[in-house]
C-alpha cells in the first residue's frame, strides 16, 4: 500500500525533527527561546482575552469545586457592585477576585513585599505533570525571569519565562520543581519537590532525624535577594509520611498552601526588602543565674513525644 | 486519502490556533477532576481521520509544536509534537464518514486520548521528575476517556462539516 509508505516516510521525519528540537532545547538553543518569545508575544494576550471572556463562567465552575467562603461577602461591597455591573455572575466573580487581591496583600505587608497584582489566565494540562499557568503581566509590568509568585495563601511558584504581556510562572507543585523550606515548628531545613499533582508536594528534610508531626507549617526558606524564593511565605502543611522514621528515603507529604488547581489573583514580588533589621546590637552582659533558682525538668515538652 | 488545499491548510490553523487558546483558558482553568480535556487533540485526530495518516502526522506535530511553544510552555520542545505526530498518523488510518459520529470515530478518539496521557505519564516520569505519582495515572486515563468521548461527539460533526466544506470552494482540491 504506497499510501502507507508515504505516510511512515513522513511520520519518521517528522520523528526525526522532534528529536532534533528536543535536543536543541535541553542544550539551550537561542533560536529556540527566540520563537518562545515569539510565540508568548502572540498567543499571550489571546489568552489573556479569551481568560476575561469566561472569567464569570469559570470563577462558578472554580466555586462548585472550592471550599471558599462564597457565602461570607459583605453586603456593602455587594451593593456597591450591583450599580456598577448588573450580571450576578460577573459580580460574584469581582467580588471573589477582590477578596483574593486583599489576602495577598495583607500576606505580602506582613513580608514587607512589593508586589504586582496579576490573574492567572492560562493553565497547563494536568497530564504533562508541568504546573505552570500563565498570568497576564509581563516585561512590560516590570517583571523579569526568577520572581517569586505568591497569593493569599502563601507561595504559589516562580516566574520562568517572560513575554511581553504575560508570564509563565512554575507552580511549586511542577515536577522540575525544588524549594528550601524550614519547619516553623523546629526550625529544620529540608527541600519541597513538586510531583506535578496540585494537591500534593513531598518533603525531603536534610536531617531526616528531625521530629515532624502532622499538621506542622511549612515556610520557604528563602534565597539570597529574595530571588527566584522570598523567605517566609506559608508552603504548606504536613499531611502523612513515606518511608519508615529515622530512614534517609524518609519524606513529609505536604499539602500546599495555595490552591494550585484554582488560582486567579496572584502577586509578582516585585521589589524585596533589602535588608532586615541589620543594625550592629550592644548586648547587655547576661547575669548568672544563682544556682538555687534554677529547676531542671521544667522544658515545655520531650521532642521526642512528638515523633512520629 | 482527501487532498488538502489553501482553505483547508488555513481552516486547520485556525482550529488548531482556537483549539489551543481555549483548551489552556478555558478548560483548564475549571478545575476539573482529574485530567484536562485535551480538545486540541481531539480536533487533531479529527483532521487526521479525515485527511489520511500522512496529514495526519504532519497536523499533530503542527499542534504539538504549538502546545510546546505557547504560554504556559512547558518541557522540551519537540515532546508534545513527537507523540501527537504519532498519535495523528494513527488516527489517519480510521476514515471518518460523513454525518453523525459513529462508534469507531469516538472509540478512536478516545482510545488515543488515553495512549497519549500515558505516554506522557511515561515521558514525565522518565526525562521528568521521578517523584511523577503513578497512582494518578488510572485516574487521568479514566477522566481522559471520558472527556474526550464527550468532546468528540461535538467535535467531530463541526470539524468534519467544516473539513469537507472547505474542499468544495477550494480551487486547488
Redesign the interface.
Known sequence: MR??T???A??GV??L??????L???RGSSA?GG??GI??AV??P??TA??AA?AP??SM??SA??FGNAEERSAAASEQLREVNGNPATQSDVLRAREELEAMLKLAGVGGFQVLPAR???????????G???IDAGSGDGISADMSVMNGQGLVGKVI?V?PA????QLAT???SVIGARLVSSGAAGAL?????PG?S?LRLLDPTVPVAEGDQLVTFGSPEGRPYVAGLPLGTVVGFRGEPGQADRVALISPAARM??LDVVGVVVVVPRTESRNALTPTAPTVPEPASWTPGTEPTDPTSARR | MMRMNTSRVLLVIAALGTAVVLQASLFARLGLPGATPALLLVVVLTFAMSAGPAAGAIIGFSAGVLVDLAPPSAGSLGQTAAIYAIAGFLAGFIELKPGRPDLQAVATVSGLSVGVVLTQALLASVIGSPEVTWSIVPLLALTQFLYAAALSLLVIPAVGMLYRGAAEDGRFA
Not at chain 1, 17 to 22: A, D, G, H, R
Not at chain 1, 193 to 197: C, L, R, Y
Open positions: 499510501e502507507a508515504r505516510a511512515r513522513v511520520l517528522l520523528l525533527v522532534s528529536i532534533t528540537l528536543i536543541l532545547d535541553v529556540i520563537l518562545r510565540a508568548s498567543v499571550g489571546v489568552e479569551v481568560a469566561f463562567f469559570v465552575a472554580q469545586t472550592s492567572v489566565v492560562a493553565y497547563g494540562s494536568a497530564q504533562t505533570f508541568n505552570t499557568v500563565t519565562e513575554g504575560t508570564a509563565t510562572v511542577d515536577d522540575d519537590e513538586g510531583t506535578g499533582q500534593e513531598i488547581g484554582a
